[in-house]
């Protein structure tokens, strides 16, 4: 695994950040930030709509703002971590929290994948009467979303204090 990381940083794209200047990382890490701050609290807001909160607002209307927020945080949490990874590579090698968060972060993409292609979503986030079981699948859903999400916040944070 040494030797991947090792070639991801010695790679042109993480030598091409690195020769942008000392502000380069400090920048990308700030993206990051921004990225996960409006990817996981429009998810947040999302998940405890669907937890039965805040109920004389509906799914349709919450997922129509939130939605687009979180596609605006993935859009620029993905590169900017990806950039993140490449600058320091090697330096991950030994840290439990990357090995963990990357998993989780492709099982909490599928689950949304998974999610939105859910009757019980499609009826929800057109505003279509819901089905009897549907309060329960979307219930299910949203704390199964806010576990995922949750624990890839905490590993992501954990991996700069490894």
């Known amino acids: 695994m040494y030797e991947m990381m090792a070639m991801v940083e010695a790679s042109l794209f993480a030598e091409a950040l690195r020769n942008l200047g000392v502000w380069t990382y400090g920048i990308v890490n700030l993206a990051h930030i921004v ?13 405890m709509r669907l937890l039965s909160f805040w109920q004389s607002i509906s ?4 997922s129509t703002i939130t939605v687009p927020v979180a596609a605006v945080g993935l859009s620029l949490a993905i590169p900017s971590g990806v950039s993140m990874f490449a600058m320091n590579a090697t330096q991950y090698h ?14 909490a993409l ?13 009826r929800a986030v057109t505003g279509k009467p819901l089905q009897p079981t549907d309060g329960s699948v979307l ?4 704390a199964f979303s806010l576990c995922l999400w949750s624990s890839v916040l905490v590993c992501g944070r954990m991996i700069g204090y490894w």
């Open 35 to 47: 990225g996960i701050s409006l990817l996981f609290g429009a998810i947040v807001i999302l998940d």
């Open 59 to 62: 799914v349709a209307t919450i």
């Open 94 to 107: 030994e840290n439990p929290f990357v090995y963990l968060k990357m998993p989780i972060l492709v099982v």
């Open 110 to 122: 599928a689950n949304v994948v998974l999610v939105t292609r859910l009757n019980a979503w499609q």
């Open 139 to 142: 219930y299910v859903s949203g």
